[in-house]
């Protein structure tokens, strides 16, 4: 079995020092809020908190890329509950089937 060395990356400097880091040691879920520190120029720091607004929905990186906007999304969920309500209930049950024989013993 061979082994490969993983090339050094030249770019970062030496006084870098990552062999601690902890990831996503600062993460925090956006809907429990998150508070800005301002510092303004005569020294003072105003400390703000925001929280999402009742009923304010994030989305996904990907699906934000296809959704510029809050009326393009409402026109895409009407739609699709649009089609929800023509749907027969039946179609959302699903059956159990038999497994079918592939192959036949010998």
Do not use: C, W
């Amino acid at each position: 079995m061979k082994t490969t060395k993983k090339k050094k990356n030249d770019d970062m400097r030496v006084e870098y020092d990552f062999s601690k880091a902890e990831r996503g040691k600062f993460y925090r879920p956006l809907d429990k809020g998150y508070t800005v520190h301002v510092t303004k120029k005569d020294g003072t720091v105003e400390v703000n908190h925001y929280i999402l607004a009742e009923g304010t929905i994030l989305l996904a990186p990907d699906v934000l890329e296809y959704f510029p906007d809050s009326e393009s999304v409402n026109e895409a969920l009407r739609s699709l509950i649009h089609l929800m309500g023509k749907m027969p209930a039946k179609k959302y049950r699903q059956r159990k089937t038999m497994a079918l024989q592939v192959a036949e013993k010998q």
